[in-house]
């Protein structure tokens, strides 16, 4: 026969005052009923890569300062990905954004534009202090990729500011292979090196080409 004590049904775990009773082989133990966690802290690595990070974003949001028309070549660009404009264009140029110049460290690898027109080929520029003439083949392409009306944009860095780009729009085409441009005068030297990058866009400013660069 059993006795009341063995007859009373007792829980399995109950929680008093933040402590975890439970009967474990018919013995009763506790615990506490939440556990503190405990954080670890970043290690170097980690560290470098969130600033790293950070340094990209604050870039990207420097870049698209610059016109808004690079926000519509970008956000062109950013859809064919499902992403959106700072993420496509960190991931794009993240390797040539340094954290100490808060720019670009290598303008040969820099993406100024990204997008689906056929870019210029065979770029030239010559110079003359602040007056530019760049040329470019226009190659004979159907399927809308190489329109001779496509316009001619160049973006461009001066040598000593990797963290301020600029651009120039021109009604230049595609067709005509050759255009005179004159830089604004912003204080720079008249001879300092010109990091430079040609584009297309479409008429309608909704399609663009890669950008190709030349140092000046």
Request: aromatic content about 14%; glycine content about 4%; charged content about 30%.
């Amino acid at each position: 026969m059993k006795t009341e004590d063995e007859s009373n049904e007792r829980p399995r775990k109950y929680r008093v005052n933040g402590i975890t009773f439970y009967y474990r082989n018919g013995k009763l133990c506790a615990m506490p009923s939440t556990r503190e966690k405990t954080k670890k802290p970043p290690t170097e690595k980690q560290i470098e890569s969130r600033e790293a990070l950070e340094i990209a974003t604050d870039c990207a949001i420097n870049f698209f300062r610059t016109n808004g028309i690079l926000c519509i070549a970008w956000d062109a660009y950013a859809k064919l990905f499902r992403k959106n404009r700072l993420d496509i264009f960190k991931m794009i140029n993240y390797p040539v954004l340094d954290a100490k110049l808060l720019g670009v460290d290598y303008f040969p690898d820099f993406f100024f534009c990204k997008g689906k027109l056929v870019p210029p080929r065979e770029t030239r520029v010559n110079r003359e202090d602040l007056l530019l003439f760049p040329t470019w083949e226009h190659p004979d392409r159907e399927y809308g990729l190489s329109n001779p009306d496509d316009l001619l944009m160049m973006g461009y860095f001066y040598e000593s500011r990797p963290d301020i780009p600029l651009l120039v729009m021109t009604d230049v085409t595609r067709g005509e292979r050759f255009a005179q441009i004159q830089l604004p005068d912003l204080g720079y030297p008249s001879t300092e090196t010109l990091h430079l990058y040609l584009f297309f866009c479409s008429p309608d400013w909704t399609t663009f080409s890669d950008s190709r660069y030349v140092k000046a």
